[in-house]
Protein backbone atom coordinates (compact mmCIF):
# COMPACT_ATOMS: atom_id res chain seq x y z
CA UNK A 1 0.00 0.00 0.00
CA UNK A 2 1.63 3.32 -1.03
CA UNK A 3 1.33 6.33 0.90
CA UNK A 4 -1.85 7.69 -1.41
CA UNK A 5 -4.13 4.88 -0.96
CA UNK A 6 -3.39 4.94 3.13
CA UNK A 7 -4.57 8.31 3.34
CA UNK A 8 -7.49 7.00 0.96
CA UNK A 9 -8.14 4.03 3.53
CA UNK A 10 -7.73 6.38 6.31
CA UNK A 11 -10.16 8.98 4.97
CA UNK A 12 -12.32 5.88 4.32
CA UNK A 13 -12.05 4.80 7.63
CA UNK A 14 -12.46 8.02 9.76
CA UNK A 15 -15.98 9.13 7.77
CA UNK A 16 -17.61 5.75 8.59
CA UNK A 17 -19.92 5.40 10.98
CA UNK A 18 -18.46 3.18 14.15
CA UNK A 19 -14.85 3.94 12.15
CA UNK A 20 -11.61 6.03 13.67
CA UNK A 21 -10.72 9.14 15.00
CA UNK A 22 -8.15 11.53 12.68
CA UNK A 23 -6.25 11.35 15.91
CA UNK A 24 -6.00 7.58 15.31
CA UNK A 25 -5.62 7.76 11.51
CA UNK A 26 -2.81 9.63 12.07
CA UNK A 27 -1.16 7.44 14.59
CA UNK A 28 -1.95 4.78 12.05
CA UNK A 29 -0.79 6.64 9.49
CA UNK A 30 2.62 6.92 11.38
CA UNK A 31 3.29 3.28 12.44
CA UNK A 32 2.58 2.56 8.67
CA UNK A 33 5.41 5.40 7.29
CA UNK A 34 8.11 3.93 9.88
CA UNK A 35 7.61 0.09 9.52
CA UNK A 36 6.22 -0.27 6.18
CA UNK A 37 9.21 -2.16 4.92
CA UNK A 38 9.54 -4.47 8.01
CA UNK A 39 5.90 -5.53 8.05
CA UNK A 40 6.59 -6.09 4.00
CA UNK A 41 9.73 -8.02 4.56
CA UNK A 42 8.00 -10.11 7.67
CA UNK A 43 5.17 -10.88 5.70
CA UNK A 44 7.22 -12.06 2.38
CA UNK A 45 8.98 -14.43 4.88
CA UNK A 46 6.19 -15.90 6.41
CA UNK A 47 4.52 -16.53 2.99
CA UNK A 48 7.64 -17.77 0.92
CA UNK A 49 7.58 -21.88 1.28
CA UNK A 50 10.98 -22.86 -0.52
CA UNK A 51 14.44 -20.68 -0.52
CA UNK A 52 15.08 -17.73 -2.38
CA UNK A 53 18.03 -16.07 -3.45
CA UNK A 54 19.95 -14.62 -0.71
CA UNK A 55 23.02 -13.00 -2.81
CA UNK A 56 24.52 -13.57 -5.76
CA UNK A 57 28.14 -13.31 -7.21
CA UNK A 58 30.08 -13.57 -10.51
CA UNK A 59 33.36 -13.34 -12.11
CA UNK A 60 34.70 -13.96 -15.89
CA UNK A 61 37.71 -16.36 -16.19
CA UNK A 62 39.80 -17.95 -18.89
CA UNK A 63 39.44 -21.49 -19.22
CA UNK A 64 43.24 -22.42 -18.64
CA UNK A 65 42.38 -26.40 -18.92
CA UNK A 66 40.02 -28.23 -20.94
CA UNK A 67 39.87 -31.72 -22.44
CA UNK A 68 39.71 -29.98 -25.91
CA UNK A 69 42.47 -27.77 -26.81
CA UNK A 70 40.16 -25.28 -28.82
CA UNK A 71 38.48 -24.53 -25.49
CA UNK A 72 41.25 -23.21 -23.23
CA UNK A 73 41.52 -19.75 -23.07
CA UNK A 74 38.01 -19.34 -23.60
CA UNK A 75 35.64 -17.09 -21.64
CA UNK A 76 33.36 -18.53 -19.06
CA UNK A 77 31.29 -16.96 -16.54
CA UNK A 78 31.20 -18.51 -12.80
CA UNK A 79 28.11 -16.98 -11.26
CA UNK A 80 27.63 -18.51 -7.32
CA UNK A 81 24.29 -18.19 -5.78
CA UNK A 82 23.30 -18.38 -2.03
CA UNK A 83 20.11 -19.69 -1.46
CA UNK A 84 18.17 -19.77 1.57
CA UNK A 85 15.77 -19.17 4.13
CA UNK A 86 15.83 -16.19 6.70
CA UNK A 87 17.14 -17.32 9.67
CA UNK A 88 18.34 -20.97 8.28
CA UNK A 89 21.83 -21.81 6.83
CA UNK A 90 22.20 -21.15 3.39
CA UNK A 91 22.92 -23.72 0.62
CA UNK A 92 25.53 -22.32 -2.25
CA UNK A 93 25.27 -23.56 -5.96
CA UNK A 94 28.17 -22.51 -8.35
CA UNK A 95 27.57 -22.45 -12.51
CA UNK A 96 29.86 -22.38 -15.63
CA UNK A 97 28.72 -20.31 -18.58
CA UNK A 98 29.93 -20.02 -21.76
CA UNK A 99 29.45 -17.14 -24.43
CA UNK A 100 26.63 -19.38 -25.88
CA UNK A 101 25.00 -20.20 -22.58
CA UNK A 102 25.08 -16.92 -21.20
CA UNK A 103 23.72 -15.38 -24.40
CA UNK A 104 20.87 -18.06 -23.70
CA UNK A 105 20.43 -17.14 -19.90
CA UNK A 106 20.15 -13.32 -20.87
CA UNK A 107 17.68 -14.30 -23.49
CA UNK A 108 15.61 -16.07 -20.58
CA UNK A 109 15.91 -13.62 -18.11
CA UNK A 110 14.75 -11.02 -20.73
CA UNK A 111 11.62 -13.39 -21.25
CA UNK A 112 10.78 -13.50 -17.81
CA UNK A 113 10.72 -9.76 -17.38
CA UNK A 114 8.73 -9.25 -20.45
CA UNK A 115 5.89 -12.27 -18.78
CA UNK A 116 6.19 -9.51 -15.16
CA UNK A 117 6.25 -6.38 -17.01
CA UNK A 118 2.87 -7.40 -18.50
CA UNK A 119 1.35 -8.56 -15.53
CA UNK A 120 1.85 -5.48 -13.56
CA UNK A 121 1.11 -2.82 -15.68
CA UNK A 122 -2.41 -0.80 -15.14
CA UNK A 123 -4.51 -0.21 -18.40
Known sequence: ????????????????????????AAVIAKFWKN????????LINRSRWD????????RVDLKSQSRH???INTPVAIVEMELGKNGQESEF????????????MLKKLSEIEE?????????
Not at 115 to 123: D, G, V
Open 115 to 123: SMTALTQTT
Open 35 to 42: HRLKIHES
Open 51 to 58: NALKNMSW
Open 93 to 104: LCLEFDEAKVSQ
Open 69 to 71: IDQ
Open 1 to 24: MDLNQLEAFLTAQTKKQGGITPDQ
